[in-house]
């Protein structure tokens, strides 16, 4: 079974573009989660869809946003880059249900320029 | 609101000996407690968790953890440490939120080094 996949692993942009970040889950798993983790914060919830509706939201600024399409890929868009927002973004994803363990991928290491 | 703390930003040990790495947590209710590892580029791989039960937890690579409400820890053991256990170690919480779902908050982690 294919696990978590994260598309880019890496990129490069500079303050004030946009950025958008894709998640596709294990298959069968209708929850996926977003995270950041940096050095300074730590791991951070950005937010969690369920069935392509966002379920939880964590302390983000709304230039943070997501969305699950009815395959229960995600993706995540950041606006108006800043410095601040450099970090490794974790998706993970996990089985219908209501108490659940999550199942992450490697990340999608975002760098501000 | 919940809070996970890990008062060990590293921990070195030599192969072979034992491990034993702190969580501390704050919740009002009953928690919900896990233990991840996230070796160097990769992601966090889920070693165990605490829904209720018995508090002493069984997980995978030879890990176990004690839940002791009295101390709101959550500590993670292992009698024999591999250098392949060199990693990130994060404990987190659970918190439920409506709809049967939860809000994890995770610790700042503890970095262990194994040394041969």
């Known amino acids: 079974k294919a696990g978590v996949t994260q598309t880019p692993r890496y990129l490069i942009k500079t303050r004030g573009q946009q950025v958008t970040l894709s998640c596709s889950p294990i298959?069968?798993?209708?929850?996926v989660s977003w995270y950041q983790q940096t050095p300074g914060q730590g791991l951070q919830f950005l937010f969690e869809?369920?069935?392509?509706?966002?379920?939880n939201k964590g302390n983000f600024p709304g230039r943070f946003s997501g969305r699950q399409f009815s395959n229960s890929r995600s993706e995540m868009n950041v606006s108006t880059l800043e410095l601040g927002d450099s970090a490794l973004y974790l998706c993970?994803?996990?089985?219908?249900?209501?108490?659940?363990?999550?199942?992450f991928g490697e990340g999608s290491r975002l760098t501000v320029l | 609101a919940q809070s996970v703390t890990q008062p060990d930003i590293h921990i070195t040990v030599s192969e072979g000996a034992s491990l034993e790495l702190r969580c501390n947590y704050s919740?009002?209710?009953?928690?919900?407690l896990f233990w991840y590892v996230q070796s160097p580029g990769q992601g966090l791989q889920l070693l165990l968790k605490?829904?209720?039960?018995?508090?002493l937890v069984q997980g995978i690579k030879g890990f176990e953890a004690e839940f002791k409400r009295s101390q709101s820890s959550f500590n993670l053991r292992k009698p024999s440490v591999h250098w392949s256990d060199a990693a990130e170690y994060f404990c987190?919480?659970?918190?439920?939120?409506?709809?049967?779902?939860?809000?994890?908050?995770f610790g700042r982690g503890t970095s262990l080094i194994v040394h041969p």
């Open positions: 993970a994803s996990s089985p219908r249900g209501g108490i659940w363990e999550l199942f």
């Open positions: 298959s069968g798993h209708r929850s």
């Open positions: 869809y369920f069935s392509e509706t966002q379920r």
């Open positions: 919740y009002g209710a009953t928690p919900y």
């Open positions: 605490y829904f209720s039960g018995d508090t």
């Open positions: 987190a919480v659970g918190a439920e939120c409506s709809g049967g779902s939860y809000i994890p908050t």
